[in-house]
């Protein structure tokens, strides 16, 4: 009865299949689209198309062909377009799926709706989503014309505006796309580029519930408990990544030892902050010491915000774990922060979001060892860059063949609408209804 | 009010100190008595005897010096003599321990206690001593008896007793010393060996609770739900990682490749069995391949059972991760096994377990990064090796300085009593006393 009733509220596909569908249709477009003639410089494969489009749709960032010089400015435009539909979309879908189920997403009171599907009026949602389009578009208008400023005296009007937008939607969708071989690694020191960038990056990172909690209420103590946490984390972790990067690279000739101070500084603060999803970089990372490429690889894994163009298992999921560690060793048996309380079926989810994800990375390393030659750390590095749609590499991603191809395109198509499906889930969770004695075991 | 009341209850030193410094104080006394001018062939530095000592009182069996080369008879039985104390003293304590806390541990149905400590009888725990002690010396005697038909033919009588006493104590404690420089790489292909040993370490890393449940009840449906999860975990595992192992390194010449087919699924068996926890090995661990390598490095944090000889998070933790994913993709908020219900605590226990173990294991690969040039890999699976005091190794131990050492020591340690102290902890949680509203954050 009882899933006849649910079957009756939802006719429609589920939401989690039809993200799954939109996103693998973008990229079969996309991959078809930047296989036209006009889109290339010189003919590129199937798989370089496929692989192209898997990594600009889920704004990923990895590539096998050099963007800037394998595609015509009709290519590149593809790309962006794939960029900003792949980061926008997953944006969207996150926000309308989270008011639909009556989550507060920060933006407005009437978006309060109820768990019935019905009850959410279209007028509703779209008031929404044309409020999500109009500030990505800012933000990205107005990181153009700061970008612009750099590119357009070194490129001309026409090729320097082309630069600024380009690099403005990768960034704000955290795809890490750049026109450059080398990234931004021309631009280490510039102060504009060191600023731009990455306050567009973060921005797209923390996510929509934030920015609009940050819009509308404007005072920490009125701020919802997912803000605090992303604001309070967020900033913690670009105090350490950027501290942590600077210490370990500072004599490092490949990275930091052969640059002037300030621009040491400037390019700790960059890596610090590009490496949780945004994928952009300053220095070459394939020169990174083992000790750092370990440390970028644990903050791939914990990524940005939800309902963000950044990926990973969330910052506020890391804050759980981290938080249910402490409540632990505190001996409590409910996560306590700033005078709310996390249940414990909380810490269930993030439990499973975890396992999943470790499972995950841990099978698609497994299985590219099995099929591909190459450098254990660099191997697991990829991987890692791939889940968290990251797009770091230690410069091996034009060395796979079809296999290798094949399982990074999966790891970032599971990356990237993954966490959300399960955030589905779990906003759909049925309560249990047999009750079974309590059982105990031994864990210690 | 109610901390006054809990500290006159226990007025002793907590357990956990208690276990920490019995554990310290043998591991100075073992590196004392290694370094007396009678116990070494050669001289050895304190660094080695200290390294030696930590590894065979965590039992461990990580080695700097070759164990059965470079200690005399009396060096050797001080080294036996810390794998047995070590070995036999944690599952004595932790049968203890939650014997105290009215855990049943499946020996007797007198030792249901309450949480007072007072309530438990000295009577009653020196019963229950005793009975291990029994189990424990039974084992390791039928045990050197069947290895003795093997030895004693081949290194005479002398010889051949103490080779088979020292490798049953060995095996039995999941210790993973051996007397030969090639661990037992000589008898890939002998039954004896590959039946004795196994047998020895997957009894003793099953669990004291374990073993008693089977010697009392004898039938599956009157097990408790720890014996089953236990039994299934144990034999999922062996069938797995045996498999595993065999269908990777077939045709690697470094391993199986250069063996006969028969000696290939023995040492395909022996290999599978041996990395969770015991440590032994018959082929050499430096030659797999790095998936191989991948594998045993989650095999070697899974680990054996609670109050056992054998570490990592234990096979229950693992289980209890699997299942609560499992949960969470049926959209259950509780887990259901065997016909009993684990609660939500049980879950934030495994959790709280969990991450403690991965950034231990991620802080001390990072701290050897930093101080100690080597292979990425071989590096991340001394470090795992460590934690679950396995003791197999890429190669590298011999080649770490003091302050690799200090790292691999201290995770050795913490690897052997951590999770006990942890357990303690589970064992002692308080009700919270303040109730917050609830918060919601977002994780997908
Ligand atoms: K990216
Ligand atoms: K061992």
Redesign the pocket.
Known sequence: MARIYSKRQAPHLAPPLVLILIYAGLIVLGCAALKLPFATTTPITWSDAAFTATSAVT???LAVVDTGSAFTLFGQAVVMLLIQLGGLGLMTFAVLILSMFGLPVGFTHRLYLREDLNQTSATDLLALTRMILKVVFICEFVGAALLASVFVPEAGWGEGLWQALFHSVSAF?????ALFPDSLSKWVGNPIINLTIPAL?ILGGLGFTVASDIWRVRRWHRFSLHTKLMLVGTIALLIWSALAFGIMEWTNPGTLGSLSWSDRLWASWFQGATTR????NTVEIGNLTDGTSLMFMTLMVIGAGSTST??GIKVTTFIVLLLATVAFFRQRSSIQVFGRELGLDQVMKVLALSIISVLLILCALFALLLCHEGDFLDLAFETT?AF?????SRGITGDFDGAGRAIIMAVMFVGRVGPLTLGFLLATRRPRRIGYPAGTVYLG
Request: hydrophobic share 35%.
């Open positions: 704004v990923t960032g969708n955290n795809a890490g796309f990056y999803t945004a994928g952009f950044g990926g860059s968290g749609t990251v797009g770091l």
